[in-house]
């Protein structure tokens, strides 16, 4: 079996400085192809080195909700720069986040958020916008991240033309009863291992909802590590701390294909197939 890790952060320091090694591990763990995303103008170099190196990965450039505030006056031609230069990119990560805007100062500084605080939701919706525009414009696919603002989220992708490639909606945790409307937007959906912790069972029922052909599988590494039965590749960060690999992505899905009541294989086949119907990447290796 093959499997596809639809989004991930190979870039991220927390995974240490030899990317290249855990993209081999990744391999001969059984992962053909990632979509490695960028989140700000400070990372976007790393993803694109990664993406002129090696031919399974994918590179998305996009300003995260987290990392508006950081945007320097020339973020939007800076990453428009990053798109020339990658035809075959996607826009990511982008979205809207309402729940780090209730978290302390304390916690927000422990996720990386500078000492100015995480970006009003106003804010946040102006770099949204305009990163929209620019995947509408350069037909081009978007991995959204959405917590705790499906209202506006809705909002935006409701009264704007739509987008030519659809997009993606990262570690879905919105209802069940928001699937339809999503899916005429042009939404697929991704699970993470996250969802395998017995706290996310609901996660896992409203994804039975889902058009199949919608499905992806994402390990969102470093973060959304799964319980510790569903990872094959232990690692640590900074500090000790336990962070999620590419590598356990075959591990993680024959999980979720355990949960979902869907034979793994299929569910390796199915996801390729809208891997690249939706990403656009032409069948390789077969
Ligand atoms: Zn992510």
Redesign the pocket.
């Known amino acids: 079996m093959r499997w596809h890790d639809a ?3 190979l870039q991220d320091p927390r995974l240490g400085d030899a990317p290249a090694t855990r993209l081999a591990q990744a391999l001969s763990a059984g992962v053909a192809g990632m979509v490695v ?1 960028g ?1 700000c103008e400070t990372d976007w170099p790393t993803v694109l080195h990664l993406a002129e190196r090696f031919a399974e990965v994918i590179p998305a450039f996009g300003l ?1 909700p987290w990392r508006v505030p950081t945007r320097s006056a020339c973020w939007l031609e800076t990453l428009e720069g990053f798109l020339d230069r990658c035809p075959g990119a996607g826009v990511g ?1 982008v979205g809207l986040d309402g729940w780090i805007l209730d978290q302390s100062a304390e916690r927000c500084l422990e996720l990386g958020i500078g000492p100015s605080g995480p970006a009003p939701m106003p804010m946040q919706v102006e770099a949204l916008d305009a990163q929209l525009d620019l995947a509408a414009t350069r037909g081009l696919p978007v991995s959204l ?1 959405c917590l705790r603002a499906w209202g506006p989220l809705l909002d935006r992708l409701r009264n704007r033309a739509p987008l030519p490639r659809g997009f993606l909606l ?2 879905y945790g919105g209802s069940r009863e928001l699937v339809p409307e999503l899916v005429r937007l042009g939404a697929h959906f991704s699970l993470s291992g996250h969802s395998l912790h017995p706290r996310k069972a609901d996660q896992l029922a409203v994804f039975r909802a889902i058009p199949r052909d919608r499905w992806l599988v994402e390990t ?1 590494a470093p ?1 959304q590590l799964p319980p510790p039965e569903w990872i094959s590749h232990p690692a640590n960060g900074p500090g000790g701390r336990p962070v999620n690999s590419p590598a356990n992505l075959p591990r993680i899905a024959i999980g979720l294909a355990t949960h979902l009541g869907v034979p793994a294989a299929d569910l390796a086949a199915l996801c390729e197939a809208n891997w690249r119907r939706f990403f656009g990447r032409p069948a390789s290796g077969t």
Request: charged share 25%; hydrophobic share 0%; glycine share 0%.
């Open positions: 989004h991930n952060h995303n989140t995260h990560e991240h990262h570690s969102d973060d």
